[in-house]
């Protein structure tokens, strides 16, 4: 049985605090998706700098490396929980600052950490306690930049609204894309191995400077100030409602990850491709994603979330193997290449533009925080933050190189079930 909708203010914000909510909400998952994507794009760089000593395997140091990557994403779910606990208790605005400035450090300290030739085994350890910070804050990110979105959105405009958080996702991992393809462009390869991955992560602090700024200059949403602290459910219902969600995210997550974050990786380690080559399937594949998600959105507020998630992810069922083998093949063009991972992209953006919205409906404004940020945040967890490690290491055992097209049709298909439980109609 699907969790009933629950509706946020359907009284409209002014246009200009609407506006204001929207760029303050998004920006910081922008922020979230540039540090995660640079982390995956230079994914081999850091395995050599911080997980391999004298000797050590480069494979054994690549999976090393998706593990800090994976534990990130297990701290998500605390940090949705510690954050949107909070979040639903003292307001969105004030936890939003708190988690910008706190990914905003741990990220720009990334950038400024001893490798493992400088410190030895410290630097692991210093890197993945880092990443453990972005953990939290990302956790605590997501359900209050949705519930600030989708409370402030006009009425019938919420799937809109919160595909902007979606269309930040592309935005970010595009940004990541682009300043690696750059740098590996302007520099030498030696100097991007040595100093040069460093650039990105300290970017983030400008950029965080001017998310802090939006947010500090963000009001409360008129619905949490009406009804935040009244009528929570009962535990059961939250939990069984947390537990449907995950299951609809989840072939979002997975698909969405080891297409546009994974696939770097994979092209170098598995089909032998350049760098450059990589990152640039990579963009193609996150042009793709950007194309759908915003239309997506605006598509499920007039025909309901269902049709349009559900198209998404049986599409990622039926064309997950038939594109991945178009880049495997040596015959193919470089032209059906680009197709394939646009298309590849464009699949898992119509389950991600009106993810976030279908989301934000499952729970009432008293635990939305803490709901939609703890589905979210779990699916991501185990299907998102383990793709490329399962991925790796299911690849390196069995020498099946069509390992990430069957992880993201499996999901999708698990996804396909829950998926089917929403309601149809318009705008759920």
């Known amino acids: 049985m699907s969790a009933p909708a629950h509706e946020p203010d359907l009284r409209a914000a002014p246009p200009e605090h609407s506006r204001r909510a929207l760029l303050a909400g998004s920006v910081g998952n922008f922020i979230e998706w540039y540090e995660f994507g640079v982390y995956g794009y230079f994914a081999t760089v850091i395995a050599a700098r911080f997980f391999t000593p004298e000797g050590g395997s480069e494979v054994e140091a690549l999976v090393k490396t998706y593990a800090s990557f994976a534990l990130a994403f297990f701290f998500r779910p605390v940090g949705a929980a510690l954050f949107g606990r909070l979040g639903d208790r003292v307001g969105r605005r004030p936890v939003l600052i708190l988690v910008i400035c706190l990914m905003t450090a741990a990220t720009t300290l990334i ?43 006009p009425p019938g405009r919420r799937g809109l609204y919160g595909a902007w958080q979606s269309f930040t996702v592309a935005l970010g991992l595009l940004a990541g894309a682009g300043v690696a393809a750059l740098l590996a462009t302007l ?49 059961r219902v939250v939990v069984r409602a947390i537990v449907l969600g995950a299951g ?17 990786s994979y092209l170098q380690s ?36 269902r049709p349009v998630m559900l198209t998404g992810a049986v599409l990622v069922v039926v064309l997950a193997v038939p594109l991945l083998n178009l880049l495997q093949d040596s015959g193919t063009s470089r032209t059906m290449q680009g197709v394939a991972v646009f298309v590849a992209g464009a699949v898992v953006g119509l389950m991600a533009g009106p993810g976030p919205a279908m989301l934000s409906e499952m ?62 109609g318009k705008g759920s």
């Not at 890197?127 to 402030?152: I, K, N, P, W, Y």
């Not at 609809?248 to 974050?261: C, E, Q």
């Open 111 to 153: 950038g400024a950490l001893p490798t493992y030739a400088t410190v030895g085994a410290l630097a692991p350890w210093l890197l993945t306690f880092l990443r453990v910070l972005q953990g939290l804050s990302a956790g605590g990110e997501f359900g209050g930049a949705v519930s600030v979105m989708t409370e402030f959105a």
């Open 248 to 264: 609809r995210v989840m072939g979002w997550a997975a698909s969405g990850y080891t297409f546009l974050v994974v696939l770097p």
């Open 363 to 424: 729970f009432p404004t008293s635990v939305r925080y803490t709901g939609l940020g703890l589905a979210y945040a779990l699916s991501n967890a185990v299907f998102s933050g383990c793709a490329g490690l399962i991925i790796t290491e299911t690849i390196k055992r069995t020498g099946s190189v069509d390992i990430p097209a069957y992880y993201a049709a499996a999901t999708c298909a698990v996804s396909v079930l829950a998926l089917a439980t929403l309601p149809g």
């Open 270 to 305: 598995t089909l032998n491709a350049t760098f450059q080559q990589a990152l640039l399937a990579t963009v193609l594949a996150n042009l793709g994603f950007a194309a759908t998600i915003v239309p997506a959105g605006l598509l499920s507020d007039r025909i309901g979330r």
């Open 187 to 235: 520099l030498s390869a030696r100097a991007l191995d040595d100093w040069g991955w460093r650039l990105p992560f300290l970017l983030t602090l400008p950029l965080g400077l001017g998310a802090l700024w939006l947010r500090l200059h963000l009001d409360e949403t008129p619905s949490f100030v009406r009804e935040g602290r009244s009528g929570r459910p009962p535990r």
